[in-house]
């Protein structure tokens, strides 16, 4: 089992700056593929930025976002800048064990989210 705590929304007027962070309740380091994610008011949910042993990021933040992992603190994170309206929603961090060819699919850890809104 893993437990997963989002930290680190808030709310940010656009071209601002905010940093997540995933407090992760063990190691990942033995293999462990991890994920933000986000859900914006009446869309699904997509995946924005996951990490093994490379990154992938959606094309929309891309440039913008960067994920990283703390395997000594056991945190995941998601640097996020120039942020716009359209990044605002629900940012919720996912994990699974290993790969499965997909960076955006097969989570089933998930934690219960951070709120970020980004005002033009």
């Known amino acids: 089992q893993v437990q997963l705590e989002e930290s680190g929304g808030g709310s940010v007027q656009a071209g601002g700056s905010l940093r997540l962070s995933c407090a992760v309740s063990?190691?990942?380091?033995?293999?462990?593929?991890m994920g933000w994610f986000r859900q914006a008011p009446g869309k699904e949910r997509e995946a924005v930025a996951s990490?093994?042993?490379?990154?992938w990021y959606s094309d929309s933040v891309k440039g913008r976002f960067t994920i990283f992992r703390d395997d000594t603190e056991n945190t995941l994170s998601l640097q996020m800048n120039s942020l716009k309206p359209e990044d605002s929603g629900m940012y919720y961090c996912?994990?699974?064990?290993?790969?499965?060819?997909?960076?955006?699919?097969?989570?089933?850890?998930w934690g219960q989210g951070t709120q970020v809104t980004v005002s033009s």
């Open positions: 996912a994990a699974r064990r290993g790969w499965n060819g997909s960076w955006q699919t097969g989570y089933n850890y």
């Open positions: 063990r190691n990942t380091q033995d293999g462990y593929t």
């Open positions: 990490i093994y042993v490379g990154k």
